[in-house]
């Protein structure tokens, strides 16, 4: 997660708003790992997740005048981000079977610790969340990669904590499954 | 291994367990090599994930950059424009409004003046006669 730096931060967002565009392009520097973050744990590393980006920034840009500072930006961006990925996942639930039929060979891949490629290792998390529904996959990606706590998890969801915390549970009950005969 | 022991270590990590709860946990993981092994596997699955970094890599923001350029700098003008537009629009339905209030017809002749145009012509031509 990354911290809210208040005032260089607002001056950055005053500046945009005046049309200063290498102000934004800094704000977008400052928030694209937090953003790729989210979307590619959502999506997966592909072309969509990068045109997915981009978008949550545009979204951000023409809507700069809504951001009064009532949440810190990485939160807004990430409500941008989990929104369009969620809309992009409607989108494209067919391509989405097909990666999860590619997950499911995954099984016959040799054990994690034998791995010496973290890039591997990498992609073989990835590909373990992404094997979650995505009801469970955006509670693990923002609290375990993201380190939202539990009840900024369920603010920014709009579900109630022990929702947040069941699938949490059950998140990790099903990546245990996956990952840890490998481990 | 107990199911339910299973879910009181996972819960473990993200809530406050109750204090019935915290102190059986910890009792069994005194005694249990199984579950201290399976809490060590979490730990280390939950750091996996934790260290799941992804990033776009180069070149991120001047993409950003360029698409909003492209479709762009325009869209700055455009709610300018959405609230000229709304004005005008908001303008001719009152002025509309009037026009009927005030007993005048709907038809298009009307609304543009023709009517009037064309009785004026009319008399216009009888005084020539």
């Known amino acids: 997660m990354t911290d809210y730096n208040s005032n260089e931060e607002k001056i950055l967002i005053t500046?945009?708003?005046g049309g200063d565009e290498n102000s934004f392009r800094q704000l977008v520097e400052k928030y694209q790992d937090q953003v790729a973050r989210v979307v590619i744990g959502m999506l997966g590393n592909s072309d969509n997740a990068r045109d997915v980006g981009q978008e949550v920034f545009i979204r951000f840009y023409r809507s700069m005048d809504q951001f009064k500072g009532e949440?810190?930006?990485?939160?807004?961006?990430?409500?941008i981000a989990i929104n369009l990925s969620l809309n992009e996942l409607k989108k494209i639930k067919i391509a989405q079977l097909r990666i999860v039929g590619n997950i499911d060979?995954?099984?016959?891949?040799?054990?994690?610790n034998?791995?010496?490629?973290?890039?591997?290792?990498?992609?073989?998390?990835?590909?373990a969340i992404l094997k979650l529904e995505p009801d469970f996959r955006i509670v693990v990606v923002l609290r375990l990669i993201e380190g939202y706590s539990t009840k900024e998890v369920s603010e920014m969801l709009g579900i109630p904590l022990g929702t947040v915390l069941s699938r949490l549970a059950r998140g990790q009950e099903k990546l245990k499954i996956i990952l840890m005969p490998k481990m | 291994m107990d199911e339910k022991l299973s879910d009181l270590l996972i819960r473990s990590f993200d809530e406050e367990l109750t204090f019935e709860e915290q102190v059986r946990l910890?009792?069994?993981l005194k005694n249990s090599e199984e579950l201290r092994s399976e809490k060590k596997q979490l730990l280390l699955m939950r750091e996996l994930i934790g260290n799941n970094k992804n990033s776009f890599g180069p070149n991120f923001s001047?993409?950003?950059?360029a698409r909003i350029n492209e479709s762009g700098f325009s869209s700055g003008i455009f709610p300018?424009?959405?609230?000229?537009?709304?004005?005008g629009a908001a303008s001719i339905i009152i002025l509309l409004g009037l026009h009927v209030w005030s007993g005048g017809s709907l038809s298009l002749e009307s609304i543009l003046g023709v009517e009037s145009a064309a009785q004026d012509v009319v008399t216009f031509n009888v005084m020539g006669h």
Do not use: C, H, P
């Open chain 2, 62 to 65: 001047s993409e950003v950059m």
């Open chain 1, 15 to 17: 500046n945009a708003k």
């Open chain 1, 105 to 112: 060979s995954i099984n016959d891949i040799e054990d994690l």
């Open chain 1, 71 to 79: 949440s810190t930006l990485g939160t807004y961006l990430t409500k």
């Open chain 2, 80 to 87: 300018l424009f959405k609230k000229i537009a709304f004005a």
């Open chain 1, 114 to 127: 034998q791995r010496q490629d973290k890039n591997e290792i990498k992609e073989f998390v990835q590909q």
């Open chain 2, 26 to 28: 910890d009792n069994v």
